[in-house]
C-alpha cells in the first residue's frame, strides 16, 4: 500500500521532503520517493509499512494537512500501489 503525497512546496528539496516524511510516519515508512522536486507537479510516494487498508487511510489523515515551507500537505492512501497520481 503507498501514501500519495501532494502540494509540496517548490523550496523543498527531496531530501527535506524524505526527512520529514521519515519523521512523520516512523516505522509506517518503508521506502519514500520524491518526484519532481522544486518544480509546482512535485509529489512523494510513500510504500507504506502496512497490510490493512484502513491503516492507510488513517496515516493519510494524519499528514492531510500538515505544512511543510509554508505549503499544506496533501495526503491519500492508494490501495493498488503502482498507480501515477492523478493530475490536478
Known sequence: ???I?????ESC???EVREF???ELGH????????DAGKPSAYATVELNAEVPYVGDVIAR??????LHGQTLE??????????????
Not at 503525497?5 to 512546496?9: D, K, L, S, T, Y
Not at 494524519?62 to 505544512?67: A, D, L, P, V
Not at 495526503?75 to 490536478?88: I, M, Q, R, V
Open 1 to 3: 500500500m503507498n501514501l
Open 13 to 15: 528539496s527531496a531530501e
Open 28 to 35: 509506517y515508512a518503508k521506502h519514500i520517493e520524491v518526484v
Open 75 to 88: 495526503a491519500s492512501a492508494d490501495l493498488f500501489g503502482d498507480e501515477p497520481p492523478a493530475a490536478h
Open 21 to 23: 516524511l521519515k519523521r
Open 62 to 67: 494524519e499528514i492531510h494537512g500538515k505544512q
Open 5 to 9: 503525497v501532494r502540494n509540496i512546496a
